[in-house]
């Protein structure tokens, strides 16, 4: 089991820069893949981006360049710097993670459904 704990969402201006966190809490092996998602109203999840146990990256091109997801693995927390945030960024972000796949090798990246256990969301408002 584990537990996800996100803070740092807030509203912003255009342009500006916001942090976001997720504490992992309970068994660290299911936590080795994790992954931030996004969701507005009316709008389908969208896997933003994720970091597998190696530290390899997965960024969605709408987020590339401008946000930067980190691990700091002693702490068991992931991280999610928005630069350049946009009002279209405006959204309710969740963290997530799960255990590497076939023998710890895969971990499921930006593919949300694969995911099994999910932080509660903290909202970000770009405003224009």
């Known amino acids: 089991q584990v537990q996800l704990v996100e803070s740092g969402g807030g509203s912003v201006q255009a342009g500006g820069s916001l942090r976001l966190s997720c504490a992992a809490f309970?068994?660290?092996?299911?936590?080795?893949?994790m992954g931030w998602f996004r969701q507005a109203p009316g709008k389908e999840r969208e896997g933003v981006a994720a970091?597998?146990?190696?530290?390899?990256?997965s960024t969605a091109d709408s987020v590339k360049g401008r946000f930067t997801i980190s691990k700091d693995n002693a702490k068991n927390t992931l991280y999610l710097q928005m630069n350049s945030l946009k009002p279209e960024d405006t959204a309710m972000y969740y963290c997530?993670?799960?255990?590497?796949?076939?023998?710890?090798?895969?971990?499921?990246?930006?593919?949300?459904?694969?995911?099994?256990?999910w932080g509660q969301g903290t909202q970000v408002t770009v405003s224009s």
């Open positions: 970091i597998d146990m190696d530290g390899s990256t």
């Open positions: 309970g068994d660290t092996y299911s936590s080795y893949c």
């Open positions: 997530a993670s799960t255990w590497p796949r076939y023998a710890g090798t895969w971990c499921p990246r930006r593919q949300g459904s694969e995911y099994n256990y």
